[in-house]
Structure formats: structure tokens, C-alpha cells
């Protein structure tokens, strides 16, 4: 695999980017800032939108619509195979490693956050260039929660009646404290893990003081309501229409944004929690898929996106909207059997694994960019990639300067977003991602090591999973390693048979997380807009 210009030239000479930027046109030269929208979607596997998935069981039109009009990454892939980790990597462009703490997701009044206090994060970033920032939907990164004594509490259901709100908010880590400007969230999973309340600007309109019981809850097909878990909750709570609402949030924000300061540009996030457990569509998706329960669930959020690009296309700044599209982890691991055994359909895309695993089908994910007339419409890009790259990218279309102790683990995507970037020439010449343990798989052009046993999640030795264990080719190694061209399905391990890349694998892993100064990103990262502009 050959160095891209950005890995073999750090400091690119200004004749390499005269030649990019001279295919790029005026992409960039004297245009404004723009808008930005993230979807982010919840253990939404490879398999599951059919512009991924000629075999799906349903159809995701919209986002097949959104694939066609922009970008396809077909090598993407999440920080972790869970999503509280997978959340940080994607506001700060860092592996959860970084931070010196385990992989987790965060229940009841857990924290404190992941992101420490002054840590760059995307939000904080595009503040400093002028935009408007909100986030709306499921937070799960952990806030700092006080009980009457002043004394932080951890997690656990038990706990939730112990918050002092007074001493507690404005949370000294929520969204707010983190670069953005509006917020409306749930701290953790929206319909799985109490605490259920909403979280406004930092402030809790109405305290969780009611008991929730799972059985108020439809149980679609009589299965789908698995893993929602008891506890407390705030009056008027919704789990049903929990997207209806973090859509109607979203959408206001644009809305207002676009009426008070229309000059001024905007990021979003739409931090989705489809399709997670427990699968409840709201009322006016059931039926419409021949899936299930879980594909109705699916064409809620193709059906949101779609409205989402239409209100932004009927407000007149479709073309200066970049939208990107991207999920948290590979599909939940019941979700996958089922879909699997009652609809045909393979949430993860023929990969092996799922969420918490280690296995492709654990962390690669969907991801589509949408920018008209700067993303040329129709690309599919094998470009090896990672949510943590979205920040590196967004920073480059800005014209940020990185610091070299910030976003560790971002590379700058945006040459493969305009089409400018040969699909030979990788701008990640390696990938560190995160199993449910916390252990490390590093990607190295075709070459995957996985550092450990089995699947870094799940158990495959009995239940349901039991079906689909495959036979271990190497059971006394104490690691993995396989090319994934000629191996896709990760089946093979050739620890004992290939030495010398295993070693030299080892060796750059050592090296990428290493306490203190570890990072898989480049220094002196340099935006392109910037250098598009300075040649004047």
C-alpha cells in the first residue's frame, strides 16, 4: 500500500497542493462556512441500509437516496464496538484509551464524563470559527452527579434517588460545558438504562421520581422490548416516540438558528438511538416493512433523515449543508440472531461478529457524507476510515489548526470527500479500534491484528451465539492476526504461520498506545482550507 501525500509529506510542498487543489476548483477558495449535520445512528450494523446490503430485508430509500448524492465509505469504521467510547472518539477524535479509563457504558447517574474539562471536542472547535452548536438525543458519555451531601455518586440504578438536582446542575460536564451552545439529551441509553429524564441546557426541567415498569411498554412480536431495564424515570418520559422528539428538537434548533442568525453558520447533532434495544417504532412506522419490528424501526430513521434533508433543502442551504451519516458500533447481538432466523437479513453484512466483538462486524459501520456540488454524487470509497476522523475532517474544511495534543487519533478525510483522493493512495496508513474489554485491533492495509482471544465481546461457546462460533485455527495463540482480502470473514489466523507481520503489527501497536505520548494521527496536521486560501 502506498503513503498518501498527507502520510509521506506532513509538511506538503506547495506544488503537492497546488495539484489538488487545482482539481478541487474553487471548492473552498471564498466560500462561506458550512452548515454542519451529523446523523448519528445506535447499533446500526454494516448490513442494515440497503444501499450497504443488496439482500436486506427491507429498503432505507432516503439514505440510499443520500449515498447516491454523495459519498459511500465501504471501510468504516466505529472507535469501539459499544458506544459510550464510541461517542467520545466521535467528539474528540481520540480513542477511549487516551483518557486512562476502561471502556463502559455509563447506567443511572454514572460518570464523570469521558471528556475532561478544556478537551477539544468538534463542538468546541467550530465555536471558535463562529458557528452555532446544539446536540439532541442520547449523551452517554457520563455526567458528574452530586447526592445532599455533596458527594459525586457512580452509577447504578439505586443511585438515581440520591441526586441532589440543586447541587448537580447546571452539570459541570454536560453538552453545555463542552463546546455546545444548545443541548436537549438523556444521560445514557433513551429507552434502556435509567436514568430516564431529559437534560435541557444543563438543567432538569422535571426530576426522576416515578417507577418505571417495563410492561406499560408494547412488546412488539412479543421479544423486542429486550433490555428495557426498571428503574426511575421523569413524569411524561417517552420511550416510544424518543426520535419523533430528538427530531422535532433538531429541527427547531435549524429552524430558529435560521430565522435569529441566518449569517451565521450551524453544526448539529443528531444523536439518534435507533436501532438499540429495546426496538419500539413509533406508531406511525409499524407495519411499514415486511421486517419486523426491527425494520419499521430501521425506516423511522431512513424516514427522519429524509425529512431532516428536506426541511434543510426547503430553508434554501441545501448546498451549503455538509451531512454526514455514521452509527456507533456493529447490530446488538439478539437483534442480529433474530433478524437473522425470522426475516433472512444479515445486520452485519456478512461480517463476522457484532456489537462488543472485535470482529469486523463489531465496528465496521455505515458512513455517508452529503454536501451538493462540492462531494461529487455517486462515489463509493474503499478508503480505510474511523468516526474519530470526522473532527481531523471537519477541522480541515474550516481551516483549524490542530494541535498536535488534540484529536490523537484523526485523520483528515476531506481529500476522499471531494473526490481528490486516489483510492490507492490510503490517507490512514493504520486504524486502532476498541473491543467491549478494551482491548486493541489494529488495521494496517489488509492486514488485521486483533489483540487477544475470541471475540473481544461476546461468548460464542453456548446460547444463542453458540451457532454461529467458528473453528479456531490457531487455539494456543494469544492473539489474531488475519489479511482481510483474502479472508474477509476473519477465519483464518495466521499468528503462527506469518511472524514477521504479526511482530512488526506488535510492535506498532506498542507504539500507538503508548501511555503518555501514544497517537495513530500525524503532527502538524495542516486544514485545506486554509491552504487554499493562503495561496491568494
Known sequence: ?????????????????????????????????????????????????????????????????????????????????????????????????????????????????????GKLTIASMLKTKGYHTGVFGKWHLGLTWYDQSGKRLGGGFKNSLLIDYTKSTPLEDGPNRRGFDESFITPNCPTTDPLYIYIENGLVPAPANQRHRRDTLPNPGGKWRWDNDEGWKAPD????????????????????????????????????????????PADEFNGTTEAGPRGDFIRELDTLTGRLLDAIQDMGIDENTLVLFNSDNGPETLHTVWMRQDHKHDAAGGYRGMKRDGWEGGHRVPFIARWPKHIPRGQVSEQLTNTTDILATIASLVGFELPDDAAVDSFDMLPALLGKQKESDSIRPHMLTQSFRGEFQLRQGDWKYLNHQGSGGNNYTQGNLAQYAKPDTAPDAPGQLYHLANDPGETTNLYDTEPAKRKELQALLKELTKKDSGRSAPKNRKPLRSKTENLG
Open 1 to 117: 500500500m502506498r503513503p498518501s501525500i498527507q502520510q509521506a509529506t506532513p509538511f506538503a510542498p506547495l506544488l503537492t497542493w497546488l495539484a489538488i487543489l487545482s482539481l478541487a476548483g474553487t471548492t473552498l477558495i471564498g466560500q462561506q462556512l458550512p452548515n454542519i449535520v451529523i446523523i448519528y445512528a445506535d447499533d446500526l450494523g454494516y448490513g442494515d441500509l440497503s444501499c450497504y446490503n443488496p439482500e436486506a430485508a427491507y429498503q432505507t430509500p432516503r439514505l440510499d437516496r443520500m449515498a447516491a448524492e454523495g459519498i459511500r465509505f465501504t471501510d468504516a469504521h466505529s472507535p469501539s464496538t459499544i458506544c459510550s467510547p464510541s461517542r467520545y472518539g466521535l467528539l474528540s477524535g481520540q480513542q477511549v484509551c487516551r483518557t486512562g479509563r476502561g471502556t463502559r457504558a455509563f447506567e443511572g447517574p454514572g460518570g464523570p464524563s469521558y471528556l475532561s474539562p
Open 237 to 280: 418520559y417517552k420511550f416510544v416516540d424518543a426520535d419523533l422528539l430528538f427530531y422535532e428538537k433538531t429541527l427547531q434548533f435549524i429552524t430558529q438558528h435560521r430565522e435569529q442568525t441566518p449569517n451565521k453558520p450551524f453544526f448539529v447533532l443528531f444523536s439518534t438511538q435507533i436501532s438499540h434495544a429495546p426496538v419500539l
